[in-house]
């Protein structure tokens, strides 16, 4: 359970006088275990050497010595001591020893005290190969395999054992080694085999696991169920695919990890009452989960107590338990978390922006730099009162019954995955008495239990727009346990945290969607009707349609595209034109999801107006009016939540003309262009180039693109701007890479095609990231069904009748005058004396951002005011901001300075913002990108 780097490490100037002793030690060990494995066995020392370990690494822990840390997650291998922990294991398997009998039997034991003498002994596992060493002086093995299926470990055992020790003891106990590296044990079946033919009248093999590994466990649990069935064990074909469930997740190194049964006893009757008191509180408050766990069976994970009262989780078929000490390693991670928690800070690190520099919200951003950098070095203890804290995992729960007790914590977010988990702790934690305390102290508690954590984002966004979407910068993320599944669902909650912050709808965005809108409705583009009524009556609605995205896999499916272009529907996706066009395809519709005015310096790359002159435009309202002029007719929909939707969707539904709006229309205009076809009506897509991700950081879109020059230079450091990259599930191959944009991206497009299916087909033909809901299709197995002869005039007629005719031009001016600018102003006069003088306690502090919250949805009922829709997005910004430097307590005067300063940049923020608007309410925004080169025109 505390298996993390930072509870094994001393103080900071600590560690560095150990680990400046040791390297120096490390080095020569390693040479010279190097050279000893060399004349043993060259092929292995030149495996090792060759080997590069890119996911574990050795450490030195406050007891100087060492152990392996896995880079990726801070998760160790062994606890402090690792050699006096192998020590101990050794001496207990000497003194019960699991077995599995080649020969038949009477008696089904599978343990005994370890012979002096021993035919044949199989080890799972290798790590840092103490153990190894210990077992070679306590009893003579004539046949020793060993497997180690991860390579890392024996790798960092380099550094650990001394290899020519290991060596001579098994040459002087007359031992034979057998190193099965990168083997989970799978080849068993023939290994058996072999050593009843080395062996003669071998009976039994003894089994020790040193590690658990999903594979290896299988075969351990294969071979103990099998015990004495010698034809069982030697049938040949048997294939080993491990515990590959979330739910069958357990450490390598575990309590038990010898593998020894449980002693069952029965539980207790104070056990039982806990389990009915607890769940007639659920019956009451959460009948659902009552519902589930009323008649619930484990299927992997049950609860054991022993004698004493204590209890633990037990896999039955791994045969290991979660904990070591349940109350000690309880409240020693409540202990470490109190003095260390995570926060999570998506506020720190929101860089400013050269491209929209003359963008009201980016000059405060930029002003903001010097206290986020200052923040990304501090570290404080968990304050007495908390806003919001997440708990990821359960397990047994007494760890959150001692943090409710010991923290004041006003919102409380809980979730666990694991069934078993959750069921066994109504057993044993007190829900009865939490549910209690926070009732009665009128704060909340939610429950998101099962499913893999795909849904907690949506879930948390529910309750977090209840008590306002800052309070995402104020909350506090703690994890029970690890697992890679609640791993995953924490970092994909933050990720996705993060862009709700960094990507809202800011005061900039909102007036120019405003201006913009309202400018489409002037100039008459055209708008998406929400009834479908007759488009469903047409059969174009059948006629394939191709997105075309800019990833880098494009490039292998342009043959496939030019193959079937006449008989589909085409969209390019934003940069992808250019791509398109260098390849000589001109597209029906391009597709734009940004409102500033870049894409219209991005898409004039293609330096040939006829060419788009020939092409629609499809886009969500905010579309830059010189980018729409670029092609042959605007067709638009609403996006859904954003100020300009807002302020003229239900304006124009009141004068008859009720538009379709997007739900899905974000983060990326891949996202979009999905949503907005669906919306059509279209009912099969092929997407290509929808990559979201890449093989290879370097190339990360189409070689086509304006990412690269002619020469197929990046045209800037891409992993230097966007960061490393994450690993995901191919569509075509294992994984890929990707940012956690579009990760998020990938996500809104399975909630898409979620709401769609089965009515849809959707082939994702990229070879990038996985979408799931979209079927894999290589594009060279592409089969079109029924075609429509002429496609021009069957779209023709299905757009005159999918969108408005008539002209709502007439209706821009009357919608926005509604809307009174001395109310905005005076509105915003009151918000100032809001923030007009400096706090001087915490409480000050906390009634400041309060009373603005409340003030902005106080003010969102009048409906002649735009202030909520300018100032929404801004405010939940810099509300979060402020919760973020909220001062730790009375003492600390520099707190209290940084947050006065956030409160005077909000203040005078409010009045630059107010003297942009009222100056020029309906202007066009002016970003330009001046590095992007023209294209030669071609001949289509």
């Known amino acids: 359970m505390l298996k993390f780097i930072n509870y094994q490490l001393d103080d900071e100037e600590r560690q560095q006088q150990l680990e400046t002793q040791v390297t120096p030690?490390?080095?020569?060990?390693?040479?010279?275990?190097?050279?000893?494995?060399?004349?043993?066995?060259?092929?292995?020392?030149?495996?090792?050497?060759?080997?590069?370990?890119?996911?574990?690494?050795?450490?030195?822990?406050?007891?100087?010595?060492?152990?392996?840390?896995?880079?990726?997650?801070?998760?160790?291998?062994?606890?402090?001591?690792?050699?006096?922990?192998?020590?101990?294991?050794?001496?207990?398997?000497?003194?019960?020893?699991?077995?599995?009998?080649?020969?038949?039997?009477?008696?089904?034991?599978?343990?005994?005290?370890?012979?002096?003498?021993?035919?044949?002994?199989?080890?799972?596992?290798?790590?840092?190969?103490?153990?190894?060493?210990?077992?070679?002086?306590?009893?003579?093995?004539?046949?020793?395999?060993?497997?180690?299926?991860?390579?890392?470990?024996?790798?960092?055992?380099?550094?650990?054992?001394?290899?020519?020790?290991?060596?001579?003891?098994?040459?002087?106990?007359?031992?034979?080694?057998?190193?099965?590296?990168?083997?989970?044990?799978?080849?068993?079946?023939?290994?058996?085999?072999?050593?009843?033919?080395?062996?003669?009248?071998?009976?039994?093999?003894?089994?020790?696991?040193?590690?658990?590994?999903?594979?290896?466990?299988?075969?351990?649990?294969?071979?103990?169920?099998n015990s004495g069935d010698l034809a069982a064990l030697s049938?040949?074909?048997?294939?080993?695919?491990?515990?590959?469930?979330?739910?069958?997740?357990?450490?390598?190194?575990?309590?038990?990890?010898?593998?020894?049964?449980?002693?069952?006893?029965?539980?207790?009757?104070?056990?039982?009452?806990?389990?009915?008191?607890?769940?007639?509180?659920?019956?009451?408050?959460?009948?659902?989960?009552?519902?589930?766990?009323?008649?619930?069976?484990?299927?992997?994970?049950?609860?054991?107590?022993?004698?004493?009262?204590?209890?633990?989780?037990?896999?039955?078929?791994?045969?290991?338990?979660?904990?070591?000490?349940?109350?000690?390693?309880?409240?020693?991670?409540?202990?470490?978390?109190?003095?260390?928690?995570?926060?999570?800070?998506?506020?720190?690190?929101?860089?400013?922006?050269?491209?929209?520099?003359?963008?009201?919200?980016?000059?405060?951003?930029?002003?903001?730099?010097?206290?986020?950098?200052?923040?990304?070095?501090?570290?404080?203890?968990?304050?007495?009162?908390?806003?919001?804290?997440?708990?990821?995992?359960?397990?047994?729960?007494?760890?959150?019954?001692?943090?409710?007790?010991?923290?004041?914590?006003?919102?409380?977010?809980?979730?666990?995955?694991?069934?078993?988990?959750?069921?066994?702790?109504?057993?044993?934690?007190?829900?009865?008495?939490?549910?209690?305390?926070?009732?009665?102290?009128?704060?909340?508690?939610?429950?998101?239990?099962?499913?893999?954590?795909?849904?907690?984002?949506?879930?948390?966004?529910?309750?977090?727009?209840?008590?306002?979407?800052?309070?995402?910068?104020?909350?506090?993320?703690?994890?029970?346990?690890?697992?890679p599944e609640l791993l995953n669902a924490a970092q994909s909650l933050k990720r996705q945290l993060k862009v709700v912050l960094t990507m809202g709808e800011y005061y900039d965005h909102a007036r120019y969607g405003i201006a913009h809108t309202y400018i489409s409705l002037e100039t008459e583009h055209k708008f998406m009707k929400k009834d479908r009524t007759v488009t469903d009556t047409l059969a174009a609605k059948n006629i394939p349609v191709f997105i075309i995205g800019n990833g880098p896999s494009l490039d292998q499916s342009i043959d496939y595209i030019k193959e079937h272009r006449a008989r589909v529907i085409v969209v390019s996706c934003g940069t992808t034109i250019r791509s398109l066009y260098q390849l000589g395809i001109q597209p029906d519709f391009h597709a734009e999801v940004e409102q500033n005015r870049a894409t219209f310096d991005w898409i004039t790359q293609v330096n040939d107006r006829a060419y788009l002159k020939g092409i629609k435009i499809i886009s969500v309202n905010g579309l830059h009016p010189d980018t729409a002029s670029l092609f042959a007719q605007s067709y638009l929909a609403f996006k859904s939540g954003e100020a300009s939707t807002q302020l003229f969707q239900t304006a124009l539904a009141k004068r008859g003309f009720d538009v379709a709006s997007l739900a899905y229309a974000y983060p990326t205009v891949s996202n979009m262009v999905l949503s907005y076809v669906l919306e059509m009506g279209f009912k099969t897509i092929y997407l290509f180039g929808v990559d979201l991700g890449y093989t290879d950081v370097a190339q990360h879109h189409s070689k086509h693109s304006a990412y690269y020059t002619s020469s197929g230079a990046e045209v800037y450091d891409y992993k230097a701007f966007h960061g490393n990259a994450m690993a995901v599930k191919g569509n075509f191959r294992p994984l890929v890479y990707t940012k956690p944009e579009f990760d998020v991206s990938r996500q809104v497009l399975e909630q898409v095609i979620a709401t769609m299916q089965p009515d849809v087909e959707i082939y994702n033909c990229s070879d990038g990231a996985?979408?799931?809901?979209?079927?894999?299709?290589?594009?060279?197995?592409?089969?079109?069904?029924?075609?429509?002869?002429?496609?021009?005039?069957?779209?023709?007629?299905?757009?005159?009748?999918?969108?408005?005719?008539?002209?709502?031009?007439?209706?821009?001016?009357?919608?926005?005058?509604?809307?009174?600018?001395?109310?905005?102003?005076?509105?915003?006069?009151?918000?100032?004396?809001?923030?007009?003088?400096p706090v001087t306690t915490v409480l000050e502090a906390k009634e400041s951002i309060n009373k603005q919250w409340e003030f902005i949805k106080a003010e969102s009922t009048d409906k002649h005011n735009l202030l909520f829709y300018l100032f929404y997005g801004s405010t939940n910004y810099f509300l979060s901001v402020l919760t973020k430097v909220l001062p730790k307590s009375e003492n600390n005067a520099q707190d209290f300075i940084r947050f006065n300063q956030v409160r005077q940049y909000w203040h005078d923020y409010l009045a630059d913002a107010l003297d942009d608007f009222v100056s020029q309410p309906i202007i066009a925004d002016k970003v330009k990108v001046n590095y992007l080169p023209k294209l030669a025109t071609k001949g289509m």
């Not at 292995?44 to 690494?57: A, C, T």
């Not at 896995?70 to 294991?89: C, D, K, S, W």
């Not at 020969?103 to 103490?130: I, R, S, T, W």
Request: proline share 4%; net charge negative.
């Open 770 to 837: 996985m979408i799931k809901g979209a079927v894999a299709l290589a594009p060279h197995n592409i089969l079109l069904g029924h075609e429509i002869t002429d496609i021009a005039t069957a779209l023709e007629h299905y757009l005159s009748e999918l969108y408005f005719s008539q002209s709502l031009s007439a209706f821009a001016k009357p919608i926005l005058d509604f809307y009174d600018l001395n109310l905005l102003s005076d509105s915003i006069s009151q918000w100032q004396k809001l923030v007009a003088q």
């Open 25 to 225: 030690l490390l080095q020569q060990r390693w040479t010279k275990n190097l050279n000893a494995i060399k004349e043993y066995d060259p092929a292995l020392s030149s495996k090792i050497q060759q080997y590069n370990s890119s996911k574990h690494s050795i450490f030195c822990t406050k007891t100087a010595q060492l152990n392996i840390v896995n880079i990726n997650t801070g998760r160790v291998l062994y606890q402090q001591a690792p050699e006096q922990e192998m020590i101990q294991e050794v001496q207990k398997f000497i003194q019960n020893a699991p077995f599995v009998s080649v020969q038949p039997v009477n008696e089904h034991n599978d343990c005994e005290p370890l012979p002096v003498k021993v035919d044949a002994l199989m080890m799972f596992g290798f790590g840092l190969g103490y153990q190894v060493i210990e077992l070679l002086k306590n009893s003579a093995i004539r046949y020793l395999v060993i497997y180690e299926p991860n390579l890392e470990n024996v790798a960092c055992s380099i550094y650990s054992i001394d290899w020519q020790e290991l060596f001579d003891l098994a040459n002087r106990k007359g031992t034979q080694l057998s190193f099965q590296f990168g083997n989970a044990a799978t080849t068993i079946v023939n290994d058996i085999k072999e050593l009843l033919g080395l062996i003669t009248g071998l009976d039994k093999i003894y089994l020790y696991r040193h590690l658990c590994h999903p594979v290896s466990d299988e075969v351990f649990a294969f071979l103990l169920q």
């Open 235 to 483: 049938l040949s074909g048997r294939q080993f695919v491990g515990f590959n469930l979330a739910i069958d997740y357990v450490a390598p190194h575990v309590n038990n990890v010898l593998g020894y049964l449980d002693k069952k006893v029965p539980l207790s009757n104070s056990i039982n009452a806990r389990y009915e008191k607890n769940m007639q509180a659920f019956s009451r408050l959460y009948p659902e989960i009552y519902q589930l766990f009323s008649q619930y069976k484990p299927s992997s994970w049950q609860l054991v107590e022993y004698p004493n009262g204590d209890c633990n989780l037990w896999h039955k078929e791994r045969r290991v338990y979660l904990y070591y000490n349940l109350l000690a390693e309880s409240t020693a991670l409540i202990e470490q978390y109190l003095a260390q928690p995570f926060k999570d800070d998506v506020m720190v690190g929101l860089a400013s922006s050269e491209k929209f520099k003359s963008f009201v919200h980016y000059q405060y951003i930029d002003k903001l730099q010097q206290i986020f950098l200052n923040l990304k070095n501090e570290q404080h203890p968990l304050p007495e009162q908390v806003d919001s804290l997440i708990v990821f995992g359960v397990a047994l729960g007494k760890q959150i019954e001692t943090l409710v007790k010991k923290v004041d914590i006003k919102n409380l977010y809980i979730c666990e995955p694991n069934l078993d988990f959750f069921y066994a702790s109504l057993f044993v934690t007190d829900w009865d008495a939490i549910f209690t305390s926070i009732d009665k102290e009128n704060k909340r508690i939610y429950l998101n239990i099962g499913g893999d954590g795909t849904v907690y984002f949506s879930d948390f966004m529910a309750q977090f727009y209840q008590v306002g979407a800052f309070a995402i910068a104020n909350t506090y993320m703690f994890s029970s346990y690890f697992s």
